[in-house]
Structures are given as C-alpha cells and as structure tokens.
C-alpha cells in the first residue's frame, strides 16, 4: 500500500534553515508528481508547492517563492522540501502528498515550529 512518511521538521530559530524529507513506498514513484502541503494551526491546510516526476518542473507558492525549494531523488524514493530564511508564519505541520489514480494519499505530517 502507500506509504508516505515525512521527517526532519523541529524547532528553528528565524531565518534559520530546514529540510524535510518524504520517504515514499508501495507505488512507482518515478511515475507520479510529488507535493508538499502545510496547515499552520487553526488554519486549512494549504499547498506548499509540487514537483513533476522528472523532477524538471516544479511549483510554489508566491508566499514561499525565493525561500523554499522543492526536489527529489526517484533512487530513494523520496521527496524533499529545503526550506530558508524560515519566519514564524511558516510553523505549520508539513505534509507530503500523492494524488494516484483517482485518490489522494497523506503521510502523517511533520511538525516545523519557527521561534526564538
């Protein structure tokens, strides 16, 4: 079955630097665009950005343009988010995300709190 396991969130300080990892299994990865997703706290969730299978195009959010950058290795299966220059507006539990074949899959999310 699918599975999407995020890692790598934590407690950093403004402006500080962070990268998320998705460890990804049960499917063909190669084969499928991958994203990322947050929901800062008491808000909806919202799309962070999404990278094509080939890793050759990718999108982002105008919020977050200039400071995150998304990537992926399809020989390890896994996805990643380099997030810098990280504000208190960016704390949000971070999501991986898979849309296949008609569903949509979720791991189960990484906390990134930014604070002094």
């Known amino acids: 079955q699918v599975q999407l396991v995020e890692s790598g969130g934590g407690l950093v300080q403004p402006g500080g630097p962070l990268r998320l990892s998705c460890a990804a299994s049960g499917f063909t990865f190669s084969s499928y665009a991958m994203s990322w997703y947050r929901q800062p706290p008491g808000k909806e969730r919202e799309l962070v950005a999404t990278?094509?299978?080939?890793?050759?195009?990718?999108y982002g959010v105008d919020s977050m343009k200039g400071r995150h950058t998304i990537s992926r290795d399809n020989a390890k299966n896994t996805v990643y988010l380099q997030m810098t220059s990280l504000k208190p507006e960016d704390t949000a539990v971070y999501f991986c995300?898979?849309?296949?074949?008609?569903?949509?899959?979720w791991g189960q999310g990484t906390q990134v709190a930014v604070s002094t």
């Open positions: 995300n898979i849309k296949r074949m008609g569903q949509e899959y």
């Open positions: 990278i094509s299978t080939t890793g050759s195009s990718t």
